[in-house]
């Protein structure tokens, strides 16, 4: 059976129209699944870290100082670990790793001594792109609030004496209120760093530029 052109291209037409039906369902479905962040879109990056932290006890073991910090503000955000990629066939662009810095106050140090009678800096992984038109963040992690308490548990993190942590498992909120009694998570906290675990291969930690003691 021969068809004639008008109902050939009857066909084509309705076969069109289903297509595009069928792209902007998929491209609307694509846009609703893509997570955000503070309305933006969010890069979660999942991280293989070299020693475990899934117990106090392991977390402080690693850490050079544990201690109860004050958000008071964040200060900036510095891109750093710059790499070159390709976007395209014949352009690339500079690609960098996002690190909030905040200003905290140390309420109460749990390992070490960092000073507490002035702010200093905190920095974490992670926080808005270089282009401004994104967030990237470990997995189950995001900015601290300001304003809130949390136990930090902090590697030195270069040769400045800067402190900084990124593994969501040393970063542990207690909220808008501060509290020590003897059934407060501190309270946890200082009793596992008693029975701390302290890798093998972890012996030599480097001071902070914050330490009292420096």
């Known amino acids: 059976m021969k068809l004639n052109k ?22 609307s479905n694509n846009e609703e699944s893509q997570p955000t962040y ?21 977390a402080i073991g690693i850490s050079d100082y544990v201690f109860v910090a004050k958000i008071n503000k964040i200060l900036r955000t510095e891109y750093k670990n710059p790499i070159e990629v390709e976007t395209g066939l014949f ?30 800096e905190f920095m974490q992984y992670g926080g808005i792109n270089e282009d401004e038109k994104s967030y990237t963040f470990i997995k189950n992690s995001g900015l601290l609030n300001v304003g809130e308490y949390y ?10 004496g800067d402190i900084e ?4 498992n040393r970063i542990i909120s207690l909220g808008s209120n501060y509290t020590d009694d003897e059934n407060s998570i501190i309270s946890k906290y200082k009793e596992a ?3 701390e675990i302290i890798p093998e291969e972890e012996t030599f930690k480097k001071s902070s530029k914050y330490d009292m003691d420096i």
């Open 165 to 168: 942590t990124s593994d969501p």
């Open 193 to 195: 760093y008693k029975n």
């Open 91 to 120: 352009s690339k662009e500079i690609v960098t790793d996002p690190y909030t810095v905040y200003e905290i106050n140390v309420i109460e140090n749990i390992k070490g001594n960092l000073k507490d009678t002035e702010p200093i």
């Open 6 to 27: 008008k109902v050939i291209l009857f066909i084509i037409i309705v076969i069109i129209i289903i297509g595009s039906f069928i792209g902007i369902y998929n491209s």
């Open 151 to 160: 136990i930090l548990l902090v590697d030195v993190f270069n040769d400045e």
């Open 38 to 58: 503070n309305n933006l879109p969010l890069t979660t990056v999942q991280v293989l870290w070299r020693f475990p932290t899934d117990t106090p006890e392991k």
